[in-house]
């Protein structure tokens, strides 16, 4: 009978310090400040406008996607991402990016885009 109450209590142990790892390890923050990214070590969630006056690179046989967002201070980054394009890239007013800065960019493992929403409320036209 001790065996059991010992043997449940070791399980109990290893997955509570089993999730205590894998909640270290995928805390990820926010930065709106392109300048804080290059010097964070971990995944981090950037948001910012896609620069579109730089315009996008897609290399179809690698799949890699290039562009460049700005952040609210006006600071600009490269982001590479490995994937195709995400939908409504083009039409979309800022990105959330998830990643690393390593190298020189920002490398993204997943992009969010946000786009200007078809249900926002119409200015009434005004009667001629």
């Given at each position: 009978m001790k065996n059991k109450y010992i043997f449940g209590g070791g399980i109990i142990v290893?997955?509570?310090?089993?999730?205590l790892f894998l909640f270290t390890q995928t805390n990820v923050s926010y930065e709106?400040?392109?300048?804080?990214?290059?010097?964070v070590d971990k995944?981090?969630?950037a948001t910012g406008e896609w620069v579109k006056e730089k315009h996008y690179q897609f290399n179809s046989s690698k799949r890699i996607l290039t562009f460049f967002l700005r952040d609210n201070n006006g600071n600009e980054i490269k982001v590479v991402y490995n994937g195709s394009i995400p939908n409504n890239f083009e039409s979309c007013t800022s990105m959330v990016v998830t990643g690393k800065y390593q190298n020189g960019y920002f490398q993204a493992s997943d992009i969010l885009t946000k786009c200007p929403s078809k249900y926002e409320e119409q200015m009434p036209q005004e009667a001629s």
């Open positions: 290893v997955f509570l310090g089993f999730m709106n400040d392109f300048t804080k990214i290059k010097t995944t981090i969630k």
